[in-house]
């Protein structure tokens, strides 16, 4: 590999961003066959030719190797894993959609949507709160449930080895995220209508809940 | 057993070819695919070893044991001779059904005016 690596050093590197185990077995053929090709040309402009071919045919082969590789582990992520992680992103995903919509509307508009019916019970308690609550509650469940039936290593094992179940982990933590901002946001601790103005009121927040305001707030949002 | 057959992309099935004359490492693999394709395929070494790698993790090919050190060469093994001859066997019966419709005649016997 060494006479290939200083031949090429750029194009090496390049192979490098391969993942490891196609690296391992096809990188050092892969510069062997493009030496070969170099070798094979005769003038320079065929070399550049090759050249060029190489610069679109490797980007584009490396990303098809990297989805693939993270592809396998897909393979044998169980069906309940990938289920309920597709069902808990769709659950989120008006959550996230009526941000952005709200975000679009100021920077056209200047102008929000706090007053539209986005904003208003039931919808705002959907969104904000029902919604992300099911994609916690399901994604926590598929979670635990491939803990239970995993049972050939130890629980810590278990727990940090996410190759499997990083699908169902993900939107837990995302919605758990969007719990915690709700449930210390100071607009649902005070209620003043504004029910996304992120954790930058986390101080208005920890006065709403000193003062005991937090859970005459949940109660109107429910 | 299955009823249907997927065809093999058009790069596998030309590594196929290329290595039903004998067994060839990467470079004479392109080379071969590109004479046998009057030009047309002009693989990159990318491409290329993207397409052996999932022919071998399909066991229609094999590496050659103890080839040489720099230049590995592949092989078609069992399973690949028998899925190059059911290519091949769907192709000669689509020739055989093209020739019985008098396509090619009918191809550029035409103005061609019916396809648009």
Redesign the interface.
Known sequence: MDKLNKRFPIYSKMIGLYPAG?RK??GR??L???A??LD?SVSSGSKARIWL??A???P???A??QIQYSGVYMKDTPSYIKTTSVISGLLLLPFFIALAANGLDKAINNHTLYNSWLWRRPVLGLWVLYLPLTAFLLAGASYLLYLIRHRRTSWLKRVLDVKHSWPVIIPAVIALGILFIIAFHDSVQCWVQTPTHLVTHMQQAWRCSVNNQSLPAFRKLL | MKRTMNLLPQVSFSILMALSLKPR???EI?QQVQDDSLGKI?L???????A??QLKEDDYIEEVPDSDI???YYRLSKKGWDRLNGELEYFDKTMKIARQRKVFEAFLGSDLTWIS
Do not use: A, C, F
């Open positions: 196609y077995e096809y053929q892969i062997q066959t493009t070969d090709m094979n071919k190489v679109v045919d490797l584009l082969n490396i098809k190797q | 490492h990467g470079y392109m002009k990159g070494p990318g491409s290329l070893y993207t052996i790698k720099r230049r590995r």
